[in-house]
């Protein structure tokens, strides 16, 4: 199946006289075995590993299929003014995983 990660960049590495483009992401976990019930919408989360540590890893271009529209899953409290639209990935810690941005997503989102 399709996972979702977040890309934090874009690296490319020569080996032998070829070129490969790479991205460094973040993978996120899949929260519970089933779509939410209100949305219909998956609930994912940047996934860590036993030690705390981000769950990094480096991949080919190649393997990154679709963008994801994420959603964040606010809670009961309004949000700092300050906040900017930029620090989302950091603020929150749950997503929704927006099968409805479009057609294509529609069709692959879990």
Not at 48 to 77: C, F, K, M, Q, W
Not at 86 to 107: L, P
């Amino acid at each position: 199946g399709l996972e979702v990660a977040r890309v934090c960049a874009f690296v490319s590495f020569q080996y032998r006289g070829e070129v490969y483009p790479c991205a460094v992401i973040h993978w996120f976990d899949k929260v519970g075995d089933a779509a939410d019930e209100d949305t219909g919408m998956w609930i994912d989360r940047p996934g860590y590993r036993a030690n705390n540590s981000p769950e990094h890893a480096v991949i080919h271009l190649d393997a990154i299929y679709h963008a994801a529209h994420l959603i964040p899953v606010y809670g009961t409290e309004f949000l700092p003014q300050e906040l900017k639209f930029y620090h989302s990935y950091d603020a929150f810690q749950t997503y929704y995983v927006n099968k409805y941005v479009d057609h294509h997503a529609f069709e692959i989102a879990f």
